[in-house]
């Protein structure tokens, strides 16, 4: 699970879609099926409920336990971001 993954899955919340979450980020309907599948393969949850259409048409929703795992990777990164600056401006201060 990376940035790629979260995006991914971040889109899909966003547009209710997989193909609008795919084209939004510009790959295709199949490497996004692929990446989904790979990322509930190897954290051994289901990510993605396909919603087949009906008079409103389909539709695709993040389970919760999808809804938790972006949560925190959204805090990590952020926790990565900071330790990132605050690392470079002690690098900067030592080399200024």
């Known amino acids: 699970f990376g940035d790629g993954k979260?995006?991914?899955?971040c889109k899909i919340r966003n547009t209710g879609s997989i193909?609008?979450?795919?084209s939004e980020l510009c790959i295709s309907y199949r490497k996004a099926w692929g990446d989904i599948l790979e990322a509930?393969?190897?954290?051994?949850?289901?990510?993605?409920?396909r919603i087949r259409g009906?008079?409103?048409?389909?539709?695709?929703?993040?389970?919760?336990a999808c809804e938790r795992i972006i949560a925190g990777y959204?805090?990590?990164?952020?926790?990565?971001?900071r330790n990132i600056r605050k690392s470079f401006n002690e690098f900067l201060k030592?080399?200024?």
């Open 94 to 96: 030592e080399i200024l």
């Open 40 to 49: 509930e393969d190897g954290i051994g949850v289901k990510l993605v409920v």
């Open 19 to 22: 193909k609008k979450a795919a």
């Open 54 to 64: 009906g008079s409103e048409g389909g539709r695709s929703v993040l389970t919760e």
């Open 74 to 81: 959204s805090k990590f990164r952020k926790s990565v971001d």
């Open 6 to 9: 979260y995006d991914l899955f």
